[in-house]
């Protein structure tokens, strides 16, 4: 049986609440080098099959979050996220604080109809050769009032910094009035809990299943509180991952190809699309001894809530 009707024979349906789209890989450029062309049309075209009926493209800084408007603009299934991750949150200070952030608000306020969330934002301290820590904190707090200003929710991001991620949070919540997700958690229980306290949601991808003590913390995760991602191209399931073993479907009909190999039809090894969604979903409905199907409704309603109840 074809890989089309298989899925179609389960409906099950996905929003992806992080895909990386404008990265120049979907361009068949590898850091700095032509590799083949672009296929970020068959990219979208594999999700769409996989049913993945939305996707949010995330912006990491203002020229991202442009790019993501733009590619936005061309796809009624696309939506951008619009903010300044914390590893290139020097920006401010170099284009100028005030100019930045006036910058990233008008590029929201002008485009209300493809932007669903502030973001990506927050907090990494795994990577602070990139952004030193008292940066990175004063531009999340400043942030803080784009959600005040345009009343989105939050698409945030935490790599070894729950307790000040919290701690700021906890601090300005006056400003969030339509809540969030802190995306590709890897944290431990007790984070999850004092993030889940304050009543944002877990988002989970390949990168939150890589271990047995990540597959027992997305255990315990309320259904009510899950949304899921890809976060490609990056954070693929990989044989050497916990939660590889627990993946269902394996996509035969997409062969996989060294970039150099690349041709029509296939995929390339390594680099993640959202129609892998559903390899996240299926780990995550093992680890819970829950249905597939049911799970996948419920994440839906979980996402359509926080980031579309108005589009």
Aim: glycine share 6%; net charge negative.
């Amino acid at each position: 049986m074809k890989l089309s009707r298989v899925l179609c024979s389960i409906k099950m349906k996905f929003i992806d609440i992080g895909a990386n789209l404008t990265d120049s890989m979907y361009s068949g450029e590898y850091n700095g080098s032509s590799k083949h062309s672009p296929d970020l049309t068959a990219v979208l075209a594999r999700a769409r099959e996989g049913g993945v009926v939305k996707m949010m493209v995330t912006g990491g800084n203002l020229e991202e979050s442009t790019k993501a408007i733009e590619l936005a603009k061309q796809h009624s299934d696309l939506y951008a996220t619009v903010g300044c991750h914390p590893t290139r949150c020097n920006e401010f200070d170099e284009k100028g604080a005030d100019e930045y952030f006036n910058s990233l608000l008008k590029l929201i306020n002008d485009n209300r109809d493809q932007v669903v969330a502030v973001g990506e934002f927050g907090l990494d301290y795994d990577r602070t050769k990139f952004c030193s820590p008292e940066v990175q904190k004063k531009y999340f707090e400043k942030q803080l009032q784009l959600c005040e200003a345009t009343q989105l929710p939050l698409f945030l991001h935490c790599r070894a910094a729950a307790d000040d991620l919290v701690k700021i949070l906890s601090a300005n919540i006056d400003k969030v009035k339509s809540g969030g997700v802190v995306h590709s958690f890897d944290g431990t229980t007790e984070e999850m809990d004092t993030i889940l306290d304050l009543g944002f949601y877990i988002g989970i991808n390949g990168c939150s299943l890589k271990t047995e003590e990540n597959l027992k913390v997305v255990s315990k995760i309320p259904v009510e509180k899950l949304m899921i991602e890809t976060d490609c191209p990056w954070c693929d399931i990989r044989p050497s991952h916990a939660g590889h073993k627990l993946v269902k479907t394996r996509f035969e009909n997409y062969p996989a190809v060294d970039k150099k190999k690349w041709k029509e039809g296939v995929v390339v090894k390594g680099r993640n699309e959202p129609h892998n969604i559903r390899q996240v979903l299926e780990i995550i409905a093992a680890v819970k001894e829950e249905s597939t199907e049911e799970l996948a409704n419920k994440v839906f309603e979980n996402t359509e809530k926080v980031f579309f109840k108005d589009k």
